[in-house]
Structures are given as C-alpha cells and as structure tokens.
C-alpha cells in the first residue's frame, strides 16, 4: 500500500536537514537526522570513503557549501517504515557535484537516515584531497 503524502512530506522534511548542513557548512543539523549507527559509502576524489558517519560531519564542518552551491531532492520511496531519498548537490566547497542517496527508517515514530551512499561527478574529481 502506498505511503500518504503526509509521510512523503515528513521524509522530504526529515532529508532537509541534510541539505541544510551541507549549505551552511555545519553538522548540527544532519546530527539530528542521522542515527548514532549511520554509515556512509562513497569515492570523494577518487578515494573511498566508509564507515561512520562522523566523517561526514568533518567533512561538511570543514568545507562550507559554498556562495554556488545548489541541491535538489526527491523522495523515491516512502513505505510504512523504510525510505529512499536522492539529494543532487552543485557545487559544494564551488566545486563538486554529487549525488547523495539516504536510507531512512522510522522509528519511534520519526524518520531517521541509517546510511548515506554518494557518488561524485566525474568532471569535478580532483587528484588532490579536498581536505586533510
């Protein structure tokens, strides 16, 4: 049975959080919508990044989203506890594009991000590391 739009604008409300932290460069607000538990998979540069999502968090607490940069969701799925949303990003830190897709569950009744998977444009992959 397919989801009320109230929960499909419950998830969109959820994944904003995650838009809102890597716009304004601070983790505050994805530390509320990830789980303790969260992973995250992907190739930032060309080097694989896995594991807690705590590296997330450096990453956005170090690399503002920039003057340039836009994102655009879409919630793909909502069922009774489990959803799927993709984030697409311009030009975060004014230079990488990604596409972000989050796994949400509800749980007591809020929808939380249990894993982050992403894979960064190919034309804005540097040879260098964005960050140390």
């Not at 069922?79 to 230079?95: F, K, Q």
Request: hydrophobic share 40%; proline share 1%; aromatic share 10%.
């Amino acid at each position: 049975m397919r989801a009320e739009l109230k929960e499909y604008q419950a998830v969109e409300a959820a994944a904003m959080k995650f838009v809102k932290s890597v716009a304004e460069g601070n983790s505050a607000y994805a530390k509320d919508l990830f789980t303790d538990e969260a992973v995250l998979f992907g190739y930032l540069d060309g080097k694989l990044e896995h594991g807690s999502i705590e590296q997330f968090y450096h990453n956005v607490d170090t690399v503002p989203g920039g003057d340039n940069f836009k994102a655009r969701m879409d919630v793909l799925m909502v069922e009774e506890s489990l959803a799927v949303v993709r984030v697409l990003e311009e030009g975060w830190g004014n230079r990488i594009d990604f596409t972000d897709v989050l796994l949400l569950l509800k749980m007591d009744g809020e929808w939380k991000c249990v894993a982050k998977a992403y894979n960064q444009n190919s034309n804005t992959i540097k040879e260098e590391a964005l960050y140390e």
